[in-house]
Nanobody
Framework: QVQLVESGGGLAQAGGSLRLSCAASGRTFSVYAMGWFRQAPGKEREFVAV????????VYQDSVKGRFTIWRDNAKNTVYLEMNRLKPQDTAVYYCAASSFGGLPRRLVEYDYWGQGTQVTVSS
């Protein structure tokens, strides 16, 4: 079992920044690809970014490329999502997730463990 706890959400103005953290406990963190997803009100949960177990490979959703950065610290069992130049459409609950699927998974079903989510609200 892997337990994931997100933090760092909150309220930001458009153009501002927030940094999300996801702390993992339980099984070996460094064997999992780690992803960030988000779910806006009335919408399906969608992929935001994923990072490989080593941290060397990353994939982003097109709408966040150049604004969001994912990275991880395996010594601290933590994955981060730095969000810059925030837009109102980034408003959502953000979830981190751990995957043993292999590669850089982008589908919800490819993830084994999920955090409880943290709210990000961007005002215009």
């Amino acid at each position: 079992q892997v337990q994931l706890v997100e933090s760092g959400g909150g309220l930001a103005q458009a153009g501002g920044s927030l940094r999300l953290s996801c702390a993992a406990s339980g099984r070996t963190f460094s064997v999992y690809a780690m992803g960030w997803f988000r779910q806006a009100p009335g919408k399906e949960r969608e992929f935001v970014a994923v990072i490989s177990p080593s941290g060397l490979s990353k994939v982003y959703q097109d709408s966040v490329k150049g604004r969001f950065t994912i990275w991880r610290d395996n010594a601290k069992n933590t994955v981060y999502l730095e969000m810059n130049r925030l837009k109102p459409q980034d408003t959502a609950v953000y979830y981190c997730a751990a995957s043993s699927f292999g590669g850089l998974p982008r589908r919800l079903v490819e993830y084994d463990y999920w955090g409880q989510g943290t709210q990000v609200t961007v005002s215009s």
